[in-house]
T-cell receptor, first 117, second 114 residues
């Protein structure tokens, strides 16, 4: 099946620094990628929809200046958590939809665990 | 707004017991329905999906789900669970007119005792 890879899988940073997380579709092209956030013992919350070559669409309540999303190519989307604070500590998961597919099925990355000290 | 509700937060079963996890969604349009599983320490994997046709869908590892349109439900079932089924299960719904955006339920943690 289609493979989505995230990097890094875990990162620890100091408060006030910025952290970039990459999401790559390894064996398919993805015009659309989605970024989710998962708190412990909770569900996945959609943060934003990342579209190749255009601005991301953020869900209500998600600060676009805080969570910068760039989808520069058909196989790569990045999420940058700017000026991270401890409350940003979470598990961030990306997913991708195969370009041209209209089934809605998504393929998920392994997730990136961010810990802000 | 579109939402997905999973009724059980944590289910504990013994091996060989039957499983049914409830999932209801609120959206009146045409939807695609999914069940994902997340084993401890691993990423999400697709169990099964429904797009159209036979409302009884069979997935991997002996799981199946039934789409009942009149009840806005998509319950997950397995006749006989195994210890290896211990995981978090997520129901998800996609509105076909919203570009593939997938909305997840709260998740149900399944613990199977050997």
């Amino acid at each position: 099946g289609a493979v989505v890879s995230q990097h890094p899988s875990w990162v620890i940073c100091k408060s006030g620094t910025s952290v970039k997380i990459e999401c790559r579709s390894l064996d398919f092209q993805a015009t659309t990628m989605f970024w989710y956030r998962q708190f412990p013992k909770q569900s996945l919350m959609l943060m934003a929809t990342s579209n190749e070559g255009s601005k991301a669409t953020y869900e209500q309540g998600v600060e676009k200046d805080k969570f910068l999303i760039n989808h520069a190519s058909l196989t790569l989307s990045t999420l940058t958590v700017t000026s991270a604070h401890p409350e940003d500590s979470s598990f961030y998961i990306c997913s991708a939809r195969v370009a041209g597919a209209n089934t809605g099925e998504l393929f998920f990355g392994e997730g990136s665990r961010l810990t802000v000290l | 707004a579109q939402s997905v509700s999973q009724h059980n937060h944590h289910v504990i079963l013994s091996e060989a017991a039957s499983l049914e996890l409830g999932c209801n969604y609120s959206y009146g349009g045409t939807v695609n329905l999914f069940w994902y599983v997340q084993y401890p320490g691993q990423h999400l994997q697709l169990l099964l999906k429904y797009f159209s046709g036979d409302p009884l869908v069979k997935g991997i590892k002996g799981f199946e789900a039934e789409f009942i349109k009149s009840k806005f439900s998509f319950n997950l079932r397995k006749p006989s669970v195994q210890w290896s089924d211990t995981a978090e299960y997520f129901c998800a719904v996609n509105n076909r007119n919203q570009g593939g955006k997938l909305i997840f339920g709260q998740g149900t943690e399944l613990s199977v005792k050997p």
